[in-house]
């Protein structure tokens, strides 16, 4: 059983910033996916950005040039840098990971409150 753990949510000033931190249990190298999603209430949920084994960053329209996904191999961990936020950016936050062997993990997800 992989296990994704998520931290760094919080409520923050419209123009602040947060980063979210996704550590899962498993080594990432054998993920081919690993991204944030996010849902904010009423809504479905939506790809937020994600990061490619080879380290191809893909974006949501509505985050460019404000949000920036990373990873760290050494410590099996998947970031999300989010800045200038806005009231929009409201939601909860999920990391998503998918395996080769076609697994499929979320984490619990972590609230992000932009205030204006």
């Known amino acids: 059983q992989v296990q994704l753990v998520e931290s760094g949510g919080g409520l923050v000033q419209a123009g602040g910033s947060l980063r979210l931190s996704c550590a899962t249990s498993?080594?990432?190298?054998?993920?081919?996916?690993m991204g944030w999603y996010r849902q904010a209430p009423g809504k479905q949920r939506e790809l937020v950005a994600n990061?490619?084994?080879?380290?191809?960053?893909n974006y949501a329209d509505s985050v460019k040039g404000r949000f920036t996904i990373s990873r760290d191999a050494a410590k099996n961990r998947v970031y999300l840098q989010m800045n200038n936020l806005k009231p929009e950016d409201t939601a909860v936050y999920y990391c998503?990971?998918?395996?080769?062997?076609?697994?499929?993990?979320w984490g619990q997800g972590t609230q992000v409150t932009v205030s204006s």
């Open positions: 990061i490619t084994r080879s380290g191809t960053a």
């Open positions: 998503n990971v998918r395996a080769w062997d076609s697994f499929q993990g």
């Open positions: 498993r080594d990432i190298s054998n993920f081919y996916f």
